[in-house]
């Protein structure tokens, strides 16, 4: 935990994200990146020179605001930043920018628009988290508390979670002084097999939270039962980790992560099935 990564496109959303870092980083003191990725002309021939001048004017320019708005938002916080802005595809130039800083978690707006048409925060957020290729943490533009001290793993006994993930989640946890909770969320008459058993054990031994298994009632979606659950807990961060689906499964089931993020209230941190290099 000794870098963090935002991603900023100018917008509310991007502000309320940059105050939420700099109140959570006293508790970690981590180097705080800050991105920002913009659109500029494309042209060929006679008028590329003149593209390139634009490109440096812009750049120019952004870095200027860019300070400005880091700022106007971190309060009386002096912690250690960088920035960098450039041009290109905002999900995968934010993903490649945090695998290149080696940066140990994204924290992205995940709701709100920015000055440029193309740059949504919306379905960036949403990309990053179906597809982290390293943590991402995800906060509501209506979010303005600055503490998560109760979380919420929702565990898939199909996929065994790693070393990597108990490691993160207990240095993210101890950090903040927060509680776990773990839930296994099932159709109401589903077995428990002697597989999950063992699965549910290997989660209370490393992150030392006894897991419960939900049953879906009364026709309930998994997505509305987690939901009842935060609520019912007070719940102020929800954990998932996604896995891969072929473009067939998410075409006919789409994906569980997507449907939790839709009008959810709180922070949701999505941790990669597994660390690429």
């Known amino acids: 935990m000794k870098k963090f990564l935002i991603p900023v496109d100018f917008s ?35 008028e590329s020179g003149q593209i390139l001048t634009t490109f440096e004017q812009y750049k120019k320019s952004y870095e200027a605001e860019l300070w400005d708005f880091i700022n106007a938002n971190k309060g009386d916080y002096h912690f250690d930043i960088n920035i960098k802005v450039t041009a290109g595809g905002h999900y995968q130039g934010i993903m490649d920018y945090a695998k290149k800083t080696k940066s140990n978690l994204i924290i992205i707006g995940n709701k709100g628009s920015g000055k440029l048409k193309r740059w949504r925060f919306g379905s960036v957020a949403k990309y990053l988290i179906t597809h982290p290729e390293v943590p991402v943490l995800a ?10 001290k109760k979380m919420l793993l929702a565990a898939d006994l199909v996929y065994p979670l790693s070393m990597f993930h108990y490691n993160f989640l207990k240095e993210f946890a101890d950090k903040l002084q927060a509680a776990i909770h773990v839930i296994n969320v099932r159709d109401e008459f589903d077995p428990t097999f002697e597989d999950d058993k063992k699965a549910l054990s290997e989660i209370e031994k490393n992150i030392g939270a006894k897991p419960v298994i939900l049953k879906k009632e009364n026709g309930k979606s998994i997505r509305e039962t987690i939901h009842d659950y935060e609520k019912s807990h007070d719940i102020d961060l929800l954990i998932t980790i996604p896995h891969y689906h072929t473009w067939l499964d998410r075409l006919l089931i789409g994906s569980e992560t997507a449907e939790l993020a839709k009008n959810e209230e709180i922070p949701i941190l999505s941790l990669p099935e597994k660390i690429h290099d």
Do not use: C, W
């Open 12 to 46: 509310e959303a991007s502000a309320q994200t940059l105050r939420f870092v700099f109140e959570m980083n006293k508790h970690f003191y981590a180097q705080i990146e800050v991105i920002h990725l913009f659109d500029v002309p494309f042209a060929i021939g006679d």
């Open 139 to 148: 906060i509501p533009a209506e979010f303005t508390s600055g503490s998560l």
